[in-house]
């Protein structure tokens, strides 16, 4: 079965043919680092980090660009980006007006200090923007590896795989310079406030991706770019990629000789980035060989005007009459059926859920489950429901490890209905065939659910398995796709046969086998996940435990309500012990 997936590009389901099957590059767009992610951000991630397991998976069969089916597993080299610049409050336009997000965020960050939102032992000066962008993207990298996206993991030994868009000026500005060289770019304004466009009458492309037509664009652009700006471009379509502003907080030399500072527009990182990272030999070679990517994603709402943008300069970069092979657009998230909404309490971040001791895996599945191209909606039932399903099937995981244990004697008899169960359930219907052959046709997963589903409901049904004190724990290290492959294709035992199946299968979700988030137990106090240990928490928790033991329990109630402030919850439990956990905002 050949993996076919939707291309916004052609607007078609088709098989998604790399020019290299055995190494699949992929491009996302990642998160402005000016605040939380929230779970609609995170449903897009998501839905590439299954797109990007899925295509390593030794389930999943691809046909090369010249019609061979290729089986897996596979390497994908995945890149996600991390915007700490040029990220504009206006994004809707291609030229990027307004405020600077990070400028946005450090004022965003100097309200919390002064109103006590945010720790006063944060350690960040909201007055510099870089430490701003350190501070959002630190908290964003613990949130992702937290909901198990893997370029999140796999960027703990090579960062490079998540490249932070100010590390990557001086290609951009390389890139700049050949786009000016070539003519595809210009020059504009008057000094001190000079500006580098992008002449999209260059592109004969532009617009193909998100269906705009210069002329629609041409008609429309009235109003909403200022009038100062718009007269100095050629066409009001064209965008910026480099602004001349020496009193920007973030600049950096020009790409254009004698010019004073000033930094890079939004779209022209990602050329710069995906270019050098995923093209060996970096963006010369990508030139040289007028290079592709394979696969790129992003949400919905970068279809117009960053991906157009992205494809248009990219393309006259390197000449190619592509600057993707396959474009991969998610949904957007609703919440109980609506817009996600600040005033409504509909508005979620990971971090805050996971704070109210949600497991982030049920917070993955609710963010997977529905189709990507269909409007998820989001609600705490679903999330609750989602939490259920896995206590489920990683019941069906303890019993498949119990029953495969070797010189398990007593479970002899349990171990026949096991076996028989799972016979019974594969037997019924094709279900791992229909299973792939669902997922192959556009990244279908009800049938994946289904199977499993059906094979913990008949683990689950037999009442003469109960598993109790021999095994409450399962694997919380996935196994690697190729043991888990040959570990299915040569056991004979089907426990151990349905458990590397699971494997293979828990590969694609991420949501069986995870490592379990820690407590800390400092001797103080034990800080659940999220919470995180501070001389200035310790100390004030040693003063209320001596509050308390000479009963001051007014000041101990002034220490929690101050631990409160600083976005830690106290609680007192068993054995005279104090719990910490992180309060939600
Ligand atoms: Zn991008």
């Known amino acids: 079965m050949i993996f076919r997936l939707y291309n916004t590009m052609s607007k078609q389901i088709e098989p998604l043919s790399p020019a290299d099957p055995g190494r699949v590059t992929f491009y996302t767009c990642g998160p402005t680092v000016y605040d939380d992610a929230h779970i609609g951000n995170f449903r897009s991630f998501l839905a590439a980090d299954l797109l990007r397991r899925w295509i390593e998976s030794p389930l999943c069969t691809l046909e090369s660009a010249d019609g061979v089916p290729h089986a897996g597993p596979r390497r994908v080299v995945h890149v996600m980006n991390i915007t700490d610049v040029g990220h504009m409050t206006d994004d809707d336009q291609a030229d990027g007006g307004g405020q600077d997000k990070m400028v946005a965020a450090a004022q965003r960050l100097l309200d919390a200090k002064k109103s006590g939102k945010l720790p006063a032992d944060a350690g960040i000066d909201p007055h510099d923007p870089f430490a701003v962008a350190a501070f959002y993207r630190d908290r964003f990298l613990e949130d992702a590896r937290a909901l198990g996206l893997k370029v999140a993991e796999e960027a703990r030994d090579d960062p490079s795989l998540m490249p932070r868009a100010t590390d990557h000026i001086a290609g951009m ?36 991706l998100s269906g705009n037509t210069l002329d629609k664009i041409r008609g429309g652009a009235g109003g909403r770019v200022d009038d100062a700006t718009q007269q100095e471009k050629r066409h009001p379509a064209d965008f910026l990629l480099w602004k001349e502003d020496r009193t920007h907080t ?58 157009e943008c992205e494809i248009a300069q990219s393309c006259a970069f390197t000449g190619a009459p592509r600057f993707a092979r396959h474009w991969f657009h998610p949904r957007f998230l609703m919440v109980d059926g609506k817009k996600m909404s600040k005033s409504k309490g509909t508005f979620h971040t990971p971090r805050d859920l996971i ?3 949600i497991d982030p895996a049920a917070i993955r599945l609710e963010l997977i489950k529905t189709h990507y191209r269909a409007n998820a ?20 995981a303890r019993n498949l490890m119990l029953q495969a244990k070797e010189g398990f004697v007593e479970g002899e008899a349990d171990q026949r209905l096991v076996i028989l169960a799972i016979q019974d359930v594969l037997s019924k219907s094709n279900s791992s065939k229909n299973a792939i052959t669902a997922i192959s046709d556009d990244l279908k997963l009800s049938s994946l659910f289904a199977m499993v589903d059906t094979l913990a409901n008949a683990v689950r049904g037999n009442p003469a398995l109960i598993v109790s004190s021999v095994a409450h724990t399962i694997p919380t290290e996935p196994m690697d796709n190729s043991d888990a492959l040959e570990s299915f294709n040569s056991q004979e035992q089907l426990p151990s046969k349905t458990m590397a199946a699971l494997h293979l299968i828990d590969n694609i979700l991420g949501v069986i086998f995870r490592p379990l988030p820690k407590s800390q137990d400092t001797g103080i106090a034990v800080y659940l996940p999220g919470a995180t240990p501070s001389d200035e928490v310790e100390s004030l928790l040693t003063e209320r435990h001596d509050a308390r033991k000479s009963k001051d329990f007014a000041r101990s109630d002034a220490i929690r309500d101050q631990l409160a402030a600083m976005g830690y919850a106290v609680k007192d439990v068993a054995g005279g012990k104090v719990e910490v956990a992180p309060k939600p905002n």
């Open 355 to 357: 704070a109210k001791g």
């Open 250 to 307: 973030m600049r950096w030399p020009s790409p254009v000789d004698d010019w004073d500072e000033g930094y890079p527009g939004w779209h022209i990182e990602c050329t710069a980035m995906a270019l050098d990272r995923l093209v060996p030999g970096g963006l010369d070679a990508a030139r040289d060989r007028h290079a592709q990517i394979d696969l790129h994603s992003g949400g919905e709402d970068n279809i117009f005007p960053h991906h």
């Open 377 to 396: 909606d989001f609600s705490m039932q679903g999330l609750k429901d989602s939490a259920k399903r896995i206590e489920q099937w990683r019941y069906l």
């Open 173 to 208: 500005a390389r890139v700049i310079r050949r786009l000016l060289d070539d003519g595809a770019a210009y020059t504009a304004g008057s000094p001190g406030s000079r500006a580098v466009y992008f002449s999209v009458e260059h592109a004969d492309r532009y617009g193909k």
